[in-house]
């Protein structure tokens, strides 16, 4: 399986931006946001590794199961708050924009052909708790 040019190998770990993705056995994938520093908090890179993520893992044949965890004391504090500092400077348009893009990102899970599990390890606040949904 390969995601911006890494191979997931069937054991081993394979680091993106803002997760570590295992193939556990040939039929289970585990993801786990890896930013243990800030809660799990999700950065808009992370919004495209889910992305990218859920194609990977619906076109994998051999996949049966994407089990979504965090690293660390939480399960996802929602958004960076030091990114969603940064949203009151974009105009109206982009705003929007983003938002869709991110919402899309999250109910992508719900939409995947394969089973998505949420082990949630601790808090899931805001975004958090949607993707544990």
């Known amino acids: 399986m390969r995601l911006r040019g890494l191979t997931y190998r069937l054991s081993g770990v394979s680091t993106v931006e803002t997760l570590d993705v295992e193939r556990v056995s040939s039929e289970i994938v585990v993801a786990r946001l890896n930013r243990p520093e800030r809660l799990n908090a999700m950065t808009f890179e992370m919004f495209d590794e889910f992305a990218n993520l859920q194609q990977e893992v619906d076109n994998d044949p051999t996949a049966r199961v994407l089990i979504v965890t965090g690293t660390g004391r939480a399960f996802c504090a929602g958004l960076d708050l030091d990114l969603a500092a940064t949203l009151p400077d974009m105009n109206a348009a982009d705003l929007l924009a983003w ?7 999250i109910a992508g ?10 082990a949630v390890n601790g808090a899931a606040a ?8």
Not at 99 to 105: F, G, H, K, L, P
Not at 110 to 118: F, G, L, N, S, T
Not at 126 to 133: E, K, N, P, W
């Open 126 to 133: 805001g975004a958090g708790m949607a993707l544990a949904l």
């Open 99 to 105: 938002q869709e893009s991110w919402a899309r990102s």
């Open 109 to 118: 899970f719900r939409h995947m052909d394969k089973p998505v599990i949420a």
